[in-house]
């Protein structure tokens, strides 16, 4: 597999930046529906159920998205880096780079997980039921 060409990259911190924007707008509109259920509020059981289901549902999800953000804001690092190194050396960088096996991550799995730190061997591996 090929390392990633300047453009690639571009193109991959450009979905970065993208999908950091839409997962904060996820954590930041997800912030009422995470807040606790008052009991006192006058509601049925049923509904008061209905709420506190929801609700975890809601922070379940926005821990999810407050995860990925970190990897995504972890990978832009790697990329910037990585624009940095190319620019200046031919040193290696992680970015693109399975972090078990070493060799570059291809770009269509990058292009949909640009966040991705495994190849598709390695991640199917992890996977595998022990």
Not at 2 to 8: I, S, V, Y
Not at 74 to 81: G, M, N, P, V
Not at 104 to 128: S, V
């Amino acid at each position: 597999m090929a390392e990633l060409e300047p453009d690639q990259l571009r193109e991959l911190a450009d979905d970065l930046r993208e999908l950091a924007i839409e997962l904060r707008a996820l954590v930041d509109g997800s912030a009422e529906g995470a807040k606790p259920v008052e009991l006192d509020e006058p509601i049925g059981r049923l509904s008061r159920m209905d709420a506190m289901q929801q609700q975890s549902m809601t922070r379940a999800t926005r821990e999810a998205a407050r995860a990925r953000l970190k990897q995504v804001e972890a990978a832009l690092t790697r990329i910037d880096e990585a624009t940095k190194q190319t620019a200046t050396s031919s040193m290696a960088t992680d970015f693109g780079c399975c972090v078990e096996c070493e060799e570059p991550i291809g770009f269509d799995r990058l292009k949909a997980r640009p966040e991705a730190r495994l190849c598709i061997a390695c991640q199917t591996d992890r996977e595998k039921p022990r």
